[in-house]
């Protein structure tokens, strides 16, 4: 089956527009995660999404980032006022569940850079 | 908060072994991934360990002590399309995994 995507590849915007990042996770995957990974860095968890419940957004950065998930299904990470320091790539994974011990499958993630 | 800690760049020999550490200081632990993750391309996860003791499959397997804060994974008859960042992540017992800054493989012939 289809794995999890994400829409746009790349993205380049101007220091504070407002820019949209959509994840598509596998089909039945009832969590979504948010990441983003800085040249050299570790992934960063943003935010994660499990069925119905309340998001977790204890990893967002700021009060301009924010996400949500439609339907259970697709979800949209938005920035506004983006900064230079915004720029990463941003990634998605989805899981079977939220347990612990279920794999994480990763899309190709969205690569913005901030002029 | 967490401390996911592994070396920056490793290099090895075709056909060699190498062990990539991993140490960890997490508030609380609910499991230990490793992810490899090829130049401009997605992690893919290779191993998941929750209890103590050693996860064998194929030519990779990782090792776990909890007591320790300390895992490794384990690379045999290294290939060079295992050349590769492999990530470090534990689950602390809320939502989010927190993931070290990778250990950069280079396999040479």
């Known amino acids: 089956g289809a794995g999890v995507s994400q829409s746009p590849s790349n993205k380049v915007t101007e220091k504070g527009k407002d820019v949209e990042l959509r994840c598509d996770p596998i089909s039945g995957h009832t969590a979504l995660y948010w990441y983003r990974q800085s040249l050299g860095q570790g992934l960063e968890f943003l935010i994660y999404?499990?069925?119905?419940?309340?998001?977790?957004k204890s990893g967002l950065p700021s009060d301009r980032f924010s996400a949500e998930r439609t339907g259970g299904s697709v979800s949209t990470l938005t920035i506004q006022r983006t900064q230079q320091e915004d720029s990463a790539v941003y990634l998605c994974?989805?899981?079977?569940?939220?347990?612990?011990?279920?794999?994480?499958?990763f899309g190709p993630g969205t690569r913005l850079t901030v002029l | 908060g967490q401390n996911i800690d592994q070396p920056t760049e490793m290099t090895a020999t075709e056909g060699a072994i190498v062990q990539i550490n991993c140490t960890y200081q997490?508030?609380?632990?609910?499991?230990l991934f490793w992810y490899q993750q090829h130049a401009g391309e997605a992690p893919t996860f290779l191993s998941y360990?929750?209890?103590?003791g050693l996860e064998e499959k194929g030519r990779f397997s990782s090792f776990l002590s909890r007591s320790k804060g300390y895992s490794y994974l384990l690379l045999k008859e290294l290939q060079m399309k295992d050349s590769a960042s492999y990530l470090c992540a534990v689950r602390d017992v809320g939502n989010d995994m927190r993931f070290g800054a990778g250990t950069r493989l280079t396999v040479k012939p």
């Open positions: 997490t508030s609380g632990f609910n499991g």
């Open positions: 994974a989805s899981s079977l569940t939220g347990a612990a011990y279920n794999e994480q499958f």
């Open positions: 360990n929750v209890l103590d």
């Open positions: 999404f499990q069925g119905n419940s309340a998001p977790d």
